[in-house]
């Protein structure tokens, strides 16, 4: 396996290795297609990620459900460069009303921080005609969030720090980290 020499001395610890991604996104895989296995008899399933963040979570959850679904990205931004969540959350493209008709949507993020990114998605495509909105997260950060919003299929339960790898980043950075890990604070700080 890759060393990665170039970006772990910015980290201060790794949280979850392949073993227990594998494990996780296993769990996750037979929770979602157990959920919607009798549904998508009457309904369409789309799952809906959230870039960049959640590009290699969707890829490896995707392919451990057992069920006919379609997949779609958007790109939700509130971070600019810092580490905070601004409130104000962009989303491109909109979704599509004909697309949505009758559809289950299950929106697949890299993790619930604030809150408001979730919130603000969750809204959007019930408003615009989806019959069901489910969030899957890959990690959950409890102890930051503002809305009022909670995972439905959730990988881990982080504390307070700054994580990435595994397609989270940060400046950009560290999305290419096969693992899931925490950044040194003085990174960022
Ligand atoms: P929320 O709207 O505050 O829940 O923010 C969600 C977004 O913030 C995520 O999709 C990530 O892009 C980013 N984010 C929040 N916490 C972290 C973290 O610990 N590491 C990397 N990105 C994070
Ligand atoms: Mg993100």
Redesign the pocket.
Known sequence: MCEFESLTPDLQCILYGEKELNEMLDRLGREITEYYRDRVKNRKLILVG?LK?SFIFMADLIRRIDLPCQVLFLR?S??GSS?V?SGN?AVEPLPEQDQLKGADVLLV??????????EKLAGLFIETGAASVKICTMLD?PA?R?ANITTDFCGFEVED????GYG???NEIYRNLPYIAILKPEIYS
């Open positions: 959230v963040g939700a509130s971070y580490t969540s959350v993020e890299d993790i619930l921080d604030s809150g408001r990114t979730l950060k930051r503002v720090q700054f994580i990435v989270l980043d940060y």
